[in-house]
C-alpha cells in the first residue's frame, strides 16, 4: 500500500482532471492534496465501438487525463501527477452514464430495478518524467444489487435532484444508498474512483520515485 510514501507524496502535485466533487473527497481522505483542473476533453466516445465497457471508461478517463497532462506541461509549476477518471453502468449490454433529463434517470432507475448491474470505472494516471510522461490505466468492477423500486419511489427521487450527475441515475454515497441491498466489490468504485486498486497502481510508480 502507498501508507509509508503519504508523507512524501504530500509534496507532489497531483491534479484531478474532473470536476468530480465525490472524486475530489475519496482522494482527500487519504492525504492527498488535490487540485482540481477540470478536462476539455470532448465525453463523445461510442461505447458500443468498443470490444468491453471496460475499454470505453479506461479510453475516456484517458482521453481526460492526456489533454490536461498537455495543457498543464508548460505550466510555471507543471503536475507530478494528473489523475483520470470515468465511471458507466451496465446492464444486459447497455452502458448507463449520466441522465439526460428526468425522464431518462426515471428509464435507468426503473430498468436498474430488482435487479444487479455492474458499475465500471476507469482510471488514468499520468506520472510526470521530466519531460515525458508515464501512462498507467486501469479499470474496476463492482457488482451492485437493486431493490425493486416503484414508480413513486423513483420519482420521490429524482424529485431530489441527485440523480442527474451520477453515471446510472443514482448515487450510493447519499439518499441512493436506500435504494440498494448490497455490493460484491470496492464501494468507492461505486462513488466514481475504485480507491484500493488506484492504490495497487500507484505502489510501483512510488517505489521507483522514492528509492
Known sequence: ?????????????VV???ASPRRK???QNIGLKITIEPSSFIENLDPNSFAHPKDFVIATARGK?????????TAQSPPDFVIGADTCVTLDGTVYGKPKDRD??????????????EVL???CLMVRKGQE?????????????????SPQVINAYIDTKEPMDKAGGYGIQALGGMLIEGIQGDYY????????????????????MFS
Open 65 to 73: 487525463a492526456q489533454e490536461v497532462a498537455k495543457r498543464l506541461s
Open 189 to 208: 468504485n461505486v462513488m466514481g474512483f475504485p480507491l484500493h486498486r488506484f492504490c495497487q497502481s500507484l505502489v510501483p510508480v512510488l517505489e521507483e
Open 133 to 149: 510522461w508515464q501512462e498507467v490505466d486501469f479499470s474496476e468492477t463492482t457488482t451492485v444489487n437493486f431493490a425493486t423500486l
Open 104 to 117: 431518462h434517470a426515471f428509464s435507468m432507475l426503473n430498468n436498474l430495478s430488482g435487479r444487479s448491474h
Open 1 to 13: 500500500m502507498i501508507i509509508q510514501y503519504l508523507t512524501k507524496l504530500g509534496n507532489k502535485n
Open 16 to 18: 484531478l482532471a474532473s
Open 121 to 123: 470505472t476507469g482510471v
Open 25 to 27: 473527497e475519496i482522494l
